[in-house]
């Protein structure tokens, strides 16, 4: 009988939740697969929504995994500088058969030094900072570069996960969990990338995100020099 599945999801303050809750569903309806949230210490998580996490094990408690994901959100910006994070990604990185994230998430990769030399997705206002970490920016809902999976920002999650039990376990398995999530999406407006957004919504959202870009680029930038 094969050992079960190790997934790994990180956890920390300001993570987007749908970053992590839509693999998390997919994840979980692998068969045998276990799936653990993790952070630092067994204490709620504070998510950038209303929703509070309680992760499942601790940094130090977490087996050899076999996918370990990074999802994005504003507490990114902190944790590409957060050493206990990094160290705990590089550890997991060794043996692990997948490196993942969604979102931002890529960019703890990066400052982690594991998507060098790799192609990446992230969201697309984080998009310029990936070569900062020696990645290659890639405007893709997912992308698949050997045993680096990453996924574009918040709603690919979802696409990200499918992806990647295809790899893990096969199509067939992921088209059965995509039927059961009924996952068929038809946006009712067709905003939801920088390519196709009426110019004023796509300006609108540059003006309200300007400071926390601005702040990005001082935490990126940061991390960035460390690697150099």
Same mark, same amino acid.
Request: charged letters at 20%.
């Given at each position: 009988?094969?050992a079960?599945?190790?997934?790994g999801?990180?956890?920390?303050?300001?993570?987007?939740q749908?970053?992590f809750?839509?693999p998390?569903?997919?994840?979980?309806?692998?068969?045998?697969?276990?799936?653990?949230?993790?952070?630092?210490?067994?204490?709620?998580v504070p998510?950038?929504s209303?929703?509070?996490? #309680? !992760? $499942?094990? /601790?940094f130090?408690d977490?087996?050899?995994?076999? +996918?370990?994901?990074?999802?994005?959100g504003? %507490?990114? *910006?902190?944790m590409v500088?957060?050493?206990?994070m990094?160290?705990f990604?590089?550890?997991?990185a060794?043996?692990a058969?997948?490196?993942?994230s969604?979102?931002?998430?890529?960019l703890?990769?990066?400052a982690?030094?594991?998507?060098?030399?790799?192609?990446?997705?992230?969201h697309?206002?984080?998009?310029?900072?990936?070569?900062?970490?020696?990645? #290659? !920016? $890639?405007? /893709?809902r997912v992308?698949?570069?050997?045993?680096? +999976?990453?996924g574009?920002?918040?709603?690919? %999650?979802? *696409?990200?996960?499918?992806?990647?039990?295809s790899?893990?376990?096969d199509?067939?398995?992921a088209?059965?969990?995509?039927?059961?999530?009924e996952?068929?999406p038809?946006?009712?407006f067709?905003?939801?990338?920088p390519d196709?957004?009426?110019?004023?919504?796509?300006?609108?959202?540059?003006?309200?995100i300007?400071?926390a870009?601005?702040?990005r680029?001082?935490?990126?930038?940061?991390a960035?020099?460390?690697?150099?």
């Amino acid at each position: 009988m094969s050992a079960p599945l190790q997934i790994g999801l990180v956890l920390f303050p300001k993570v987007t939740q749908l970053d992590f809750t839509g693999p998390l569903q997919v994840f979980s309806s692998v068969p045998g697969a276990q799936v653990h949230l993790i952070w630092k210490r067994i204490e709620p998580v504070p998510s950038d929504s209303v929703l509070t996490i #309680t !992760p $499942t094990v /601790t940094f130090a408690d977490c087996p050899q995994l076999d +996918v370990i994901c990074v999802p994005g959100g504003f %507490g990114t *910006d902190d944790m590409v500088n957060d050493e206990e994070m990094l160290a705990f990604l590089r550890k997991q990185a060794e043996g692990a058969k997948y490196i993942t994230s969604v979102c931002t998430g890529s960019l703890v990769l990066g400052a982690a030094g594991l998507l060098k030399g790799y192609r990446a997705a992230t969201h697309w206002t984080a998009m310029d900072f990936l070569s900062g970490f020696g990645a #290659t !920016p $890639t405007r /893709t809902r997912v992308c698949v570069d050997r045993n680096r +999976v990453t996924g574009g920002g918040v709603t690919a %999650g979802i *696409d990200f996960a499918l992806t990647l039990v295809s790899l893990l376990v096969d199509r067939r398995t992921a088209e059965e969990i995509q039927l059961r999530l009924e996952y068929n999406p038809a946006p009712p407006f067709n905003s939801g990338s920088p390519d196709t957004a009426p110019p004023e919504i796509l300006a609108l959202m540059k003006d309200k995100i300007a400071p926390a870009q601005a702040r990005r680029t001082e935490m990126i930038g940061r991390a960035a020099a460390r690697m150099t």
